[in-house]
Antibody
Framework: EVQLVESGGGLVQPGGSLTLSCVASGFSFSRYWMTWVRQAPGKGLEWVANIERDGSEKYYADSVRGRFTISRDNAEKSLFLQMNSLRADDTAVYYC???????????WGQGTTVTVSS | QSALTQPASVSGSPGQSITISCTGTSSDVGGYNFVSWYQQHPGKAPRVMIYDVSNRPSGVSNRFSGSKSGNTASLTISGLQAEDEADYYCSSYTSFSTLVFGGGTKLTVL
């Protein structure tokens, strides 16, 4: 079964750090671009970051550039999002997703919740 | 990285057809055939319904179709069913290899 499973979410104080993980199974992880998307409570989807198949290209939303770092370990079939200098407006469910054959995100994880609050 | 523009809500009766628009710019929707549409039920992860403007993934009903004209993409759902009630989001890749989503449209099946 093709699957993505996120972990690492939790409660963190403003200014703190957190690292999210996403483990892939059921497909050749290294052959796909991967993406992080977040959704604040009651709000819409917001793209966070993309990473190319071998990790050589990375792109970030303006809202997280300089604070978040996307990375991957193809040997471990894992995607990561290191989040520093967290703010209240980073509070959201964070999803990892696979960019499929076309441009669509065709496989999504169940999401992991990050809450930034004192 | 401005969000694409979608109507906040649309509604229709069972069996009817509805269309949701998604307006961007020549740097995203209008410049590339990389528009996708996602369905999201409450508490669930999004599901891709259309990719590359008009392609349907395996398993998606042919009641869902996509198109694009200029800077505006559209999702049409024909033969509305109760299970179609959900939030719908468009997205597009941009000239900067980034991804932008629309604000989302809540579909109500009356």
């Amino acid at each position: 079964e093709v699957q993505l499973v996120e972990s690492g979410g939790g409660l963190v104080q403003p200014g703190g750090s957190l690292t999210l993980s996403c483990v892939a199974s059921g497909f050749s992880f290294s052959r796909y671009w991967m993406t992080w998307v977040r959704q604040a409570p009651g709000k819409g989807l917001e793209w966070v970051a993309n990473i190319e198949r071998d990790g050589s290209e990375k792109y970030y939303a303006d809202s997280v550039r300089g604070r978040f770092t996307i990375s991957r370990d193809n040997a471990e079939k894992s995607l990561f999002l290191q989040m520093n200098s967290l703010r209240a407006d980073d509070t959201a469910v964070y999803y990892c997703a696979r960019r499929g054959v076309g441009s669509g995100l065709d496989v999504w994880g169940q999401g992991t919740t990050v809450t930034v609050s004192s | 990285q401005s969000a694409l523009t979608q109507p906040a809500s649309v509604s229709g009766s069972p069996g009817q057809s509805i269309t949701i628009s998604c307006t961007g710019t020549s740097s995203d929707v209008g410049g590339y055939n990389f528009v996708s549409w996602y369905q999201q039920h409450p508490g669930k992860a999004p599901r891709v319904m259309i990719y590359d403007v008009s392609n349907r993934p395996s398993g998606v009903s042919n009641r869902f179709s996509g198109s694009k004209s200029g800077n505006t993409a559209s999702l049409t759902i024909s033969g509305l069913q109760a299970e179609d009630e959900a939030d719908y989001y468009c997205s597009s890749y941009t000239s900067f290899s980034t991804l932008v989503f629309g604000g989302g449209t809540k579909l109500t099946v009356l």
